[in-house]
């Protein structure tokens, strides 16, 4: 999970120029945080999708039960009447008992009427058919960006969605450090719409590679100072930060907002 603020190339962004985008959804899946996003006024809120066992896409960010609910066992395994009895909230707060998983549809009857949705799609199974149906039937499109690290989702989710822009993440391997040619051949035989790389392998050669090739570019996940500050000295359009507040503060500094920006 992570927030993104606008950080480099003039502001631009391709959903809301200069902007945090803070996310009150807590890892694991727990209620109210498109409520909260809503109510706080916030540009967007992120929304972790795994598949039930009869197809119902639902919120929560591990594929396995144990960590952030009272269930054991693998998601994909349980019905959503399965899901719906268990108790999502204790893990994080005595506050947060009575939280169930939310269904995405749920979630996204929560939104604001400005509020953007940021689908990242976790699970491998074939879910998009059903995610393109929760924001037909919620009216969301418009306000949607489908997210994953499986090219398989992004290629599913231009065919079912083609007007719904897709970010293709791209694993960080220690191992392998990116290759611009190879992200690019990927990106463009899925037909994704932007890239998220992993900030440790990003490069001002890489970004500026993608970049010609007419790719938005964002870097997860930075919250450290000079981090920020590298990011933004390579020009990226956007970073993916678990601190919004103090990133966008940070990223303002080094580059003050423009009048369209604030």
Avoid at 131 to 147: K, W, Y
Wanted: charged share 25%; hydrophobic share 40%.
């Amino acid at each position: 999970s992570g927030a993104f603020c606008s950080a480099g190339r003039g502001g631009q962004s391709p959903w809301r120029p200069g902007r945090a985008l803070c996310l009150p959804w807590r890892r694991g899946g727990e209620g109210c945080g498109s409520t909260a996003a809503a109510a706080l006024g916030t540009t967007a809120v992120e929304f972790d999708v795994h598949a039930t066992a009869d197809g119902i896409p639902v919120l929560i960010h591990d594929a396995t039960l144990a960590r952030t609910t009272n269930g054991r066992g693998l998601v994909r395994k349980k019905t959503l009447a399965d899901l719906k009895a268990l108790d999502a909230g204790t893990w994080f707060g005595g506050a947060f008992s009575s939280e169930k998983i939310p269904t995405l549809r749920e979630a996204l009857t929560g939104l604001g009427g400005t509020t953007i949705a940021c689908i990242e799609i976790k699970t491998a199974e074939p879910i998009m058919q059903a995610v393109a149906a929760d924001l037909d039937q919620t009216g969301s499109r418009e306000q949607a960006v489908i997210f994953s690290f499986k090219a398989k989702q992004i290629a599913a989710s231009k065919r079912w969605m083609p007007d719904v822009p897709a970010l293709l993440l791209v694993d960080g391997d220690p191992a392998k450090p990116h290759d611009a040619s190879d992200i690019l051949t990927t990106a463009k035989s899925v037909g994704a719409d932007l890239l998220g790389i992993d900030q440790k392998h990003a490069t001002r050669d890489i970004v500026e590679a993608i970049q010609r090739a007419g790719y938005p570019v964002f870097v997860y996940t930075v919250d450290d100072p000079e981090d920020i500050e590298r990011m933004v000295s390579m020009g990226v359009d956007g970073i993916i930060s678990n601190r919004p507040r103090a990133t966008l503060s940070r990223v303002y500094q080094i580059r003050p907002p423009s009048k369209n920006e604030r």
